[in-house]
């Protein structure tokens, strides 16, 4: 993902709740690898890092090392290993694990058969030189357990002189992988008794999928604990803790106590979904825990979640409370879109935005935009979440994750699209577009204290349904919603496709206070879609979309019930996108004309369903018109802005 961040590498962390250990400076910047999940990382006695991890096309084994964990995101990657062409260790090369055992090195993974790509087994490859990027790997074969069935994810420690393994596995008739230990009695081989440790029983274990799995093992004092993952690879997956004593009997399962909830899991206002699958480091000196995991920055998936490549390698220092737990928190946003400094359109370029909305409050402007997360550019829209960023002067962005998903409201079933946020009494209201799960495009509220939420939805069931708007013939004519609160106090909402629907609201912002009506087709001459409203002046101004591809046109009134005067183009349309979506606002003695593209100033192609927002001055004539706005590269600066 390409970075665009206007601080250094190394920030101090502030961790309010850590006890005992010494955070030194952060060293790395999240995420540390793009396309890499089940990573597994060691700090050896050479002072290097060493990383490992499942790539996505489930071929190889690759291993890279660095000084910090920071200068893992450029290390050059070493294949030590790859998959055999044909029978066992054939397919699916899965969570690759390495461990510094009597002077050798080993590396555990999974793999499938060529021939049976889920007949899923442990395997070991040995090295003796001192660097495990060098010399030669020797297969050494497949771990035994009892059973010959599905297994994965082994992890191995040492306790009082006895080497373990754990992993998981899948035993019929159980429905599901368990977690299971054993002793080791060679680096590569397993023997006794061999004990379930936990199964998924509890409901966050179960979503999707019965998993436990990815077992990672950690120490603090004499407390023993493995963490584990827990259902399906998608947001739902999160982590849970086993604990056990050091004197404990660790091959009985009555010795280790699981937490009743996960301790690792999704969060949204972070955009981080599905963190788990993780192991365990230390800074250099060996005084604060790092936990190494990977996760998702959005939630919506298409397909099978195991089949998408975008789970990234991150870390996150870990506290311990006075009675030697791990305290794990929450998962953090992603470090390299904390503050985006534009250098020019697009502004954002870690995300694909779109339809962006701006709210001016407390001397800050407010942008809530959608989420493209379109696989390529030739599908159709995919949104299923929206975003908000915030900015002193226009120019450097901070990201605050996303506030709101269309799953927040229950009676939605698809589709993010256009919305607004206003602040009335206090509070924040998000008027936002989505499908509703009875048919038909619909519009929302949801509600917050602070603009950048979290937000709720307001009311439980829609502000507009499709049936309540018949002057349009279609099912999405109910999207786009901007909203206005008057002088006097009077709150309208604008909003529609092909016909432009206006009604004012109740001052608790929920409610219609009176009939719905119609803008008269020749006030807005061609609409299409996605009306704003701004006032200037003595005068109103309605901006909207108009043809497609799509131009944005303008008509102006001296009433919010108009009539409305034509007025012509505003800008034309956007390059490399059919759509644009505008916002304008005044902030700070300027005007701005905020719209999205669809341009490739982005790590991957932009297009009509991968859109980015871009932000231009705006310029009013002296009767009040506005000049036509030209889109540029260069965008805006700071010294545009009034003190």
Not at 257 to 286: I, L, M, W
Not at 546 to 554: Q, S
Not at 577 to 598: K, L, V
Request: proline residues 6%; aromatic residues 12%.
């Amino acid at each position: 993902m390409k970075r665009l961040v206007s601080y250094v590498l190394c920030l101090f962390v502030t961790l309010p709740l850590l006890l005992n250990a010494d955070v030194d400076q952060k060293q790395w910047l999240n995420p540390i690898l793009e396309q890499r999940a089940d990573p597994f990382v060691v700090l050896h006695d050479d002072g290097y890092y060493y990383c490992t991890a499942t790539v996505p096309e489930y071929d190889r084994i690759e291993l890279r090392r660095a000084r910090t964990l920071g200068d893992l995101t450029n290390a050059e990657a070493s294949v030590v290993w790859r998959r055999h062409s044909e029978g066992p260790m054939g397919h699916h090369i899965w969570a690759p694990e390495l461990h510094f055992i009597d002077g050798k090195w080993y590396l555990y993974f999974a793999a499938g058969r060529a021939d049976a790509i889920w007949d899923i087994r442990m395997y070991v490859l040995e090295n003796a030189s001192a660097n495990p990027m060098e010399g030669e790997w020797i297969e050494k074969g497949q771990i035994h357990p009892n059973w010959e069935s599905f297994s994965l994810d082994a992890t191995t420690f040492e306790n009082k002189g006895i080497r373990y393994l754990v992993w998981a596995q899948s035993v019929p008739p159980e429905n599901g992988t368990n977690l299971y230990i054993a002793r080791m009695d060679t680096p590569w081989s397993i023997s006794g008794e061999q004990v379930c440790l936990s199964r998924p029983e509890l409901p966050w274990e179960k979503q999707g999928h019965n998993v436990n799995e990815g077992p990672a093992f950690v120490r603090r004092g004499t407390n023993l604990f493995l963490t584990y993952s827990a259902s399906a690879t998608d947001a739902n997956y999160c982590m849970g803790l086993l604990r056990a004593d050091e004197n404990a009997d660790l091959l009985d399962p009555a010795s280790w106590h699981k937490s009743p909830e996960p301790v690792f899991q999704s969060n949204r206002a972070a955009s981080q979904f599905g963190p788990g699958h993780n192991s365990f480091t230390t800074s250099p000196d060996g005084k604060t825990t790092i936990m190494v995991y990977h996760a998702r920055n959005y939630e919506y998936i298409a397909g099978e979640p195991l089949n998408n490549p975008d789970r990234t390698m991150r870390a996150q220092v870990i506290s311990w409370s006075e009675e030697g737990e791990p305290l794990f928190g929450t998962p953090l946003p992603d470090d390299t879109p904390t503050v985006h400094h534009t250098g020019g359109n697009p502004i954002i370029t870690a995300h694909f935005t779109a339809d962006p909305a701006a709210l001016v409050y407390n001397k800050r402007v407010y942008l809530y935009t959608g989420h493209d997360i379109a696989p390529d550019n030739n599908s159709s829209y995919r949104m299923s979440d929206w975003l908000c960023f915030s900015s002193s002067n226009m120019v450097d962005w901070e990201e605050h994750g996303s506030p709101l998903q269309v799953s927040d409201f229950s009676w939605a079933k698809a589709d993010a699209w256009a919305g607004q946020v206003i602040e009335r009494d206090g509070r924040f209201y998000w008027y936002a577009a989505v499908e509703h799960a009875t048919g038909g495009k619909a519009i929302g509220v949801a509600i917050a204290d602070s603009p950048t939420g979290p937000f709720q939805d307001a009311i439980g069931a829609a502000l507009v349904e499709n049936s309540m708007t018949t002057a349009a013939s279609i099912w999405w004519d109910d999207i786009d919603p901007t909203v206005w609160i008057d002088d006097d106090g009077q709150a309208y909402l604008f909003w529609g496709n092909q016909k432009c629907y206006y009604a004012k609201l109740k001052r608790n912002m929920i409610e219609f206070d009176g009939d719905i009506h119609v803008v008269p087709d020749e006030q807005v001459p061609a609409f299409t879609e996605a009306p704003w409203i701004h006032k200037r002046g003595d005068t109103y101004y309605i901006s909207y979309a108009t043809g497609f591809p799509e131009r944005i046109a303008y008509s102006m009134s001296k009433s919010l019930e108009g009539p409305w005067a034509p007025q012509g183009l505003l800008s034309e349309g956007a390059a490399n996108s059919n759509t644009i979506h505008q916002a304008i606002i005044e902030f700070r003695g300027q005007w701005y004309f905020i719209y999205h593209n669809g341009m490739v100033q982005h790590p991957a192609v932009g297009g009509s369903y991968r859109r980015s927002v871009c932000i231009e001055p705006l310029h009013y004539n002296a009767d009040g018109t506005m000049q036509r706005v030209i889109q540029t590269s260069k965008g805006v600066n700071v010294s545009a802005l009034e003190d």
